[in-house]
C-alpha cells in the first residue's frame, strides 16, 4: 500500500525559511518524478515544483522560483522543498505528489502559515 507522509510545516514570519519532508512507503522513489503541490484557504490546488526519478528539478511555478528548492535523496524514500524568503501568500497546505499509470498519489499534507 502507497504512503505519503508530509511534514516540516509551521507557522512562520515573512522572509523565514522552513524545508518540508515528504517520506514515502509502498513505493520506490528512484523510479519516479515527483512534485509538489500547494492549496491556499478558497484556492484551487497549484503545482509548486517538480523533480525528475534521478533527483534533477525540472521545473518550478513562478511563484516561487529562485526561492525554493526540491531535492529527492532516492536512498532514504524521501522528498524534500527547501523554502526561503517565504512570503505571506505561500501560506497554504502543501502536498507531495507522484503519478503512476492513471492514479494520482497524495499526501494527507502539511499547513505552512506565514504571518507576522
Known amino acids: 500500500q502507497v504512503q505519503l507522509v508530509e511534514s516540516g510545516g509551521g507557522l512562520v514570519q515573512p522572509g523565514g525559511s522552513l524545508r518540508l519532508s515528504c517520506v514515502g512507503s509502498?513505493?520506490?522513489?528512484?523510479?519516479?518524478?515527483m512534485n509538489w503541490y500547494r492549496q491556499a484557504p478558497g484556492k484551487e490546488r497549484e503545482f509548486v515544483a517538480r523533480i525528475s526519478d534521478d533527483g534533477r528539478p525540472i521545473s518550478y511555478a513562478g511563484p516561487v522560483e529562485g526561492r525554493f528548492t526540491i531535492s529527492k535523496d532516492n536512498a532514504k524514500n524521501t522528498m524534500y522543498l527547501q523554502m526561503n524568503h517565504l512570503l505571506v501568500e505561500d501560506t497554504a497546505v502543501y502536498y507531495c505528489?507522484?503519478?503512476?499509470?492513471?492514479?494520482?498519489?497524495w499526501g494527507q499534507g502539511t499547513q505552512v502559515t506565514v504571518s507576522s
Open positions: 509502498g513505493v520506490t522513489f528512484s523510479a519516479l518524478h
Open positions: 505528489h507522484f503519478l503512476r499509470g492513471w492514479s494520482d498519489f
